[in-house]
RNA sequence: GCGGGUGUAGCUCAGUUGGUUAGAGCGCCGGUUUGUGGUACCGGAGGUCGGGGGUUCAAGUCCCCUUACUCGCCCCA
């Protein structure tokens, strides 16, 4: 017995009732940012790693042990993408040309992590970007259509809940950090291992650390709001005025700090509270330096990234029986009846859905019909070939009819 | 990288304190007198019990190793 083969580690399949609130997932983002002018782009899923080395950062998780990579016919270091905002600002960094650069994409993102429950080394993500303005009202926008995909996918209010947080200018973070780091010194012995680690490197990231010492510590430590320039702090006003303008509720959380370098000002998360450990279903923020870190130019963006597995746990579709109500399945005895066959022919130029199959047994033709839900067969058997006839059953209603094979046209009979 | 759980038929799983030829449901194939449907009944195919080693008269069952999957920690979408 041959070994069968098996899945690469932390990669699925997605097919029949997931992929169909996959495809749900993709088809509702896609409309609701086209009514706000967004355009579609697929960017290639390999990268030079160096495009994420300098955005996401090297200290990242994600970039310093989770991204795969390798030398490629020892000639440059490639990357299977780990997420899809450096691939975008990549391309606005050559692209970008005046006013608001909007984008959506989706697609498999790759992260060697190990695998568990909502959570994947080759995951789907939704992407959308507003490149080339710094405006409260873009940030606004942005979440505005995270709350719309909410709606529009069923996911109740009560099930999620939206997290924002100010991280300031890139000065702002400087003074912050030191800040941070002064205080945080103190209790150097106390910290977690990583926590001390990350004290030189990232004293900013502490803050997002779910060890119960540190976040004891984190308690009475220095606020990022309280060391806000005025610029910074009036802009987040703006942002939180439009989003309260327009209903949509939101926490604010002083220690949401993405895990992407490349942050600044606005960040924001939607958690769920169905599932405690992977609660981030969606996650963006404000990126007014990141074009600056890959190019010469100096363009402000913001944008997020949803989790499409993590989307699908969240949502149930309904049986949606009506996916068609004239399948029709071309049942013949004998596979000679096929040929040059005039109702095939309609059959194909009319695009009906249909399915051609071939058995001697003719009860297996009606309980494969039954089973995979046809409403109509179109019967040929050998008696029908004899007599060039053809048999139209109507599954729903049991009713069957005979007709002339060379006068019957399924235009007429099946609307 | 570190823990916990599970690997028995295509799928979901039983398998009792170790004891003859390893079971069920679903699915598949065939049949229940002629060519008509989710039902019912009958029959059939399909398993090196994840792999290796050990204990024993005897191992799916106990022990060790290994591997895969899975759930958590860390981190993230």
């Not at 995951?123 to 709350?147: M, R, T, W």
């Not at 910074?232 to 989003?243: D, E, G, R, T």
């Not at 958690?271 to 890959?294: C, H, P, V």
């Not at 579709?317 to 095939?344: C, G, P, T």
Request: hydrophobic share 35%.
């Amino acid at each position: 017995m041959k070994r069968n083969i098996s899945l690469v580690k932390g990669t699925h399949d997605i097919h029949g009732a997931e992929m169909e609130k996959f495809e749900f997932i993709i088809e509702k983002f896609y409309s609701i940012c086209r009514n706000f002018n967004f355009k579609s782009i697929q960017t290639p899923i390999l990268e030079q790693q160096d495009l994420f080395s300098r955005t996401v950062g090297e200290q990242t998780d994600i970039v310093s042990k989770e991204m795969y990579s390798f030398l490629d016919k020892g000639e440059a270091y490639i990357c299977l993408r780990p997420e899809a905002t450096s691939s975008l600002a990549r391309f606005a960094a050559s692209n970008y040309q005046s006013g608001l650069l909007k984008l959506i994409t989706h697609g498999p993102m790759f992260r060697r992590e190990r695998p568990q429950k909502g959570r994947y080394r080759q995951f789907h993500q939704i992407n959308i970007e507003s490149i080339g303005e710094k405006s409260p009202y873009v940030d606004f926008e942005l979440i505005l259509i995270a709350k719309l995909l909410f709606d529009d996918l069923g996911i109740k209010e009560n099930k999620h809940r939206l997290l924002i947080n100010s991280l300031g200018s890139k000065e702002d973070q400087i003074k912050y950090a030191y800040e941070l780091k002064k205080y945080l010194t103190e209790f150097k012995i106390q910290l977690s291992e990583i926590s001390q680690s990350r004290l030189d490197k990232n004293p900013l990231r502490i803050l997002d650390s779910k060890d119960p010492k540190d976040s004891e510590i984190l308690v009475n430590a220095p606020k990022i709001s309280e060391h806000l320039s005025e610029e910074s702090k009036n802009y987040f006003n703006q942002v939180k005025k439009l989003l309260n303008d327009n209903k949509i509720k939101f926490f604010e959380d002083p220690k949401l700090v993405r895990g992407l370098d490349y942050y600044s000002h606005t960040a924001f998360e939607f958690q769920t509270n169905e599932d405690k450990r992977q609660n981030a279903i969606l996650a963006g923020g404000r990126y007014d330096n990141l074009i600056s870190m890959i190019s010469s130019r100096d363009i402000p963006g913001v944008g997020w990234a949803a989790g499409i597995e993590r989307l699908m746990d969240l949502i149930s579709l309904k049986d949606e029986k009506s996916e068609s109500d004239k399948k029709i399945l071309f049942a013949v005895q004998d596979e000679s009846y096929l040929n040059n066959n005039r109702i095939l022919k309609q059959i194909y130029s009319l695009r009906y859905n249909h399915e051609v199959r071939v058995s001697k047994n003719i009860k297996k033709l009606f309980s494969y019909a039954d089973k995979n839900n046809f409403s109509f067969i179109l019967l040929i058997g050998e008696e029908e070939f004899k007599n060039k006839k053809i048999i139209l059953k109507d599954l729903k209603n049991k009713n069957q009819k005979s007709f002339e094979i060379s006068k019957f046209e399924l235009k007429n009979e099946i609307r």
